[in-house]
């Protein structure tokens, strides 16, 4: 189990350092659509690129120590859950796929490192 955890921890690591650093450097391409169909006023989404980017290095450092990786998979489920949440309440259907999806790859890394203990 300790083996999948680690590669759909690196793969939800991957992808949220990713859309972290989007958001902290405010590429356009990150930004624009979510000030314009979303809604997210500006000044949040340094805030948001902050808890990606912190969530990433939380669930790099749980590979070695769980509790923190335990946390941090967690709260990128909550995360992800309020990202789905605002998609659909913009309706902006098109986003909750993928939202949806870093969400199912954020529980999956969450019971596999349960799972490995």
């Not at 690591?13 to 590429?27: E, P, W």
């Not at 500006?42 to 808890?51: E, M």
Request: net charge positive; with cysteine.
């Amino acid at each position: 189990m300790f083996v999948a955890s680690v590669i759909v921890s690196s793969l939800l690591i991957l992808a949220t350092a990713f859309s972290g650093y989007g958001k902290l450097t405010g590429n356009p391409q990150v930004v624009e659509p979510l000030t314009t169909k979303l809604g997210v006023p500006r000044r949040f989404i340094p805030v948001l690129g902050s808890l990606l980017v912190a969530g990433a290095l939380g669930t790099l450092a749980g590979i070695w120590w769980a509790p923190i990786g335990i946390a941090a998979t967690a709260c990128f489920v909550l995360y992800f859950l309020g990202a789905v949440v605002t998609h659909v309440r913009a309706k902006d259907w098109a986003g909750v796929g993928p939202t949806g999806a870093l969400m199912l790859l954020s529980a999956a890394a969450l019971v596999l490192r349960l799972l490995s203990l």
